[in-house]
């Protein structure tokens, strides 16, 4: 326990980026506060109090502190702040998350998911510094006729530039044989960056504003569509419950070390989870099923990606995650 009441550093790439927001937002307005139970979401033993109380320095690093782009001076950069902070764990949120602009980019996210991580992951197995990687749902390519959730220790089988330099990261971090922890999740979205609810919601606005033009013809004011896909199936997640579920992993390091699943429940299509963002917000606008085929995106996408959750598995409905997000992005 003794080790719990030092203020360890924790080092985070991906500052800018949903879950390095999601883990300051929480660690901001909950930690700060004490507000220990909500995080743990069931009853704290003795030791994961002390540990939320005693809190951890997490330490922000964004692409001006550390660009995770080709260069020859990487790997002494990386060991420049490794040595300049001394973190007692490292967690690696950045990556080349763009799947359809990778397709043309195969070697920029390659470097970025594969090469830099490699190059993250040894620095820290060297220095034996607990190395936390997040890891993609998109490492199951997930024909359609497949109907179980998929747990961690089954075969990966990544489809598309993306998820197969997601998948070559994770190899990357075993072969590094440091501590680690390898945490796949799904469908993040939360009430920062780029995501799926900001931009039904936009989209919503845009189409909402539109018929409430004073020129419009009467014919022309039909409640609005909008067509979302309906044949891929995955967990919907709240990157501020993974961010909670990671806050606490680090704290306790108790689940064993290797690949873990973090998701919120209910497989869902995105269609579905459509509906209950316009549901939820009270928005009048229709949603279209449509295939993967007629959105024509130009990366593969899983036809079904859901996770078995191990990291929570008292973890909750996305529906109840999703009206978070949007209670949070309604204040802000
Ligand atoms: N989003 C999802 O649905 C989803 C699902 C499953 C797994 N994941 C994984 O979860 C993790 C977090 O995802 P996220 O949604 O938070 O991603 P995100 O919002 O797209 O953020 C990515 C972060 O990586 C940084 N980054 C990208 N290229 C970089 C580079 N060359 N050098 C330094 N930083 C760089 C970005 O910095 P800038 O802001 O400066 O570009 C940003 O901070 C990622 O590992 C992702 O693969 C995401």
């Known amino acids: 326990m003794g080790e719990f009441l030092q203020k360890d550093r924790i080092l985070v790439t991906g500052a800018s980026g949903q879950l390095g927001q999601s883990l300051r937002y929480i660690l901001e307005h909950e930690l700060t506060h004490q507000k220990s139970s909500a995080v743990l979401n069931s009853t704290p033993t003795h030791e994961q109090k002390t540990a939320f109380t005693a809190g951890h320095d997490y330490i922000f690093l964004d ?12 790997s002494q950069d990386i060991d420049r702040l490794i040595e300049e902070h001394k973190p007692k764990a490292f967690v690696h949120a950045a990556a080349y998350t763009q799947v ?5 980019d195969e070697q920029a996210a390659f470097y970025v998911n594969e090469t830099a991580t490699a190059l993250l992951a040894q620095a820290c197995a060297k220095r034996n510094i607990l190395f936390v990687y997040i890891s993609s749902d998109f490492v199951f390519g997930g024909k359609s006729t497949h109907q179980k959730p998929f747990t961690p220790s089954d075969s990966v089988a990544p489809k598309g530039v993306y998820a197969r330099s997601k998948a070559a990261g994770e190899k990357a971090v075993q072969g590094a044989s440091g ?14 960056g780029h995501n799926f609810v900001k931009t039904m919601l936009r989209l919503a606005q845009e189409r909402l504003s539109f018929i409430s033009e004073p020129n419009l013809q009467t014919s022309d004011r039909i409640p609005p569509i909008i067509s979302v896909v309906a044949d891929q199936f995955g967990c919907p997640t ?3 419950d993974l961010a909670r579920a990671l806050i606490l992993l680090i704290a306790t390091k108790a689940p064993p070390y290797g690949i873990h699943h973090f998701s919120n429940t209910g497989p869902a299509h995105w269609a579905q989870l459509a509906g209950a ?9 229709t949603v ?17 990606s859901v996770l078995e959750n191990t990291l929570d598995l008292k973890a909750r409905h996305w529906k109840e995650a999703l009206a978070e ?7 802000a």
């Not at 990366?299 to 079904?304: L, N, Q």
């Open 63 to 74: 692409r001006d502190q550390l660009d995770l782009n080709f260069r020859e001076s990487l």
């Open 100 to 104: 359809d602009a990778a397709e043309s």
């Open 179 to 192: 501590p680690h922890y390898i945490v796949r999740t799904s469908w993040l979205f939360s009430p920062f």
């Open 238 to 240: 709240s990157a501020l």
């Open 277 to 285: 963002i316009f549901e939820q917000r009270n928005l009048p606008i």
């Open 288 to 304: 279209k099923p449509i295939s993967t085929e007629d959105f024509a995106a130009p990366a593969p996408r899983p036809h079904y």
């Open 325 to 331: 997000v949007l209670s949070i992005l309604k204040t």
